[in-house]
């Protein structure tokens, strides 16, 4: 004797098989999300080139070799300002200038 699902029955597994894929589509999206975040992990956002992390007045930013650009995690400019506050807003410039021109790369710890 054949077994014919209840209407009830297929109704249930549409919907489970729909929430299965529904779910496999949201872990897919993550996935690529972050694979797009990470491989622009230190690249400038000008150019694509590799950045490379400088030391300025005790702040850490980092330079895209390429292009020149100077690139300021939240805090960083701020805190240039802050440090150059008496120079007005042209040494501040001015300082960002320097930095560009004369970076002091991070030393290396001696083992």
């Given amino acids: ?25 949201q872990e897919a999206q993550e996935a690529s999300q972050r694979a797009e975040r990470q491989s622009h992990f230190m690249k400038c956002p000008r150019c694509g080139g590799d950045l490379r992390v400088e030391h300025y007045q005790g702040i850490e930013v980092e330079r895209c070799p ?24 042209g040494g501040v410039f001015r300082s960002i200038v320097e930095a560009v021109r004369h970076p002091t790369r991070p030393k290396k710890p001696t083992a």
Avoid: T
């Fill in 66 to 89: 390429d292009c020149h650009g100077l690139w300021f995690d939240e805090g960083e400019a701020q805190r240039l300002v802050e440090l150059n506050a008496s120079k007005g807003v």
């Fill in 1 to 25: 004797m054949p077994i014919n699902p209840s209407r009830n029955e297929e109704e249930y597994f549409v919907r489970q098989e729909a929430e299965r894929i529904k779910a496999l589509k």
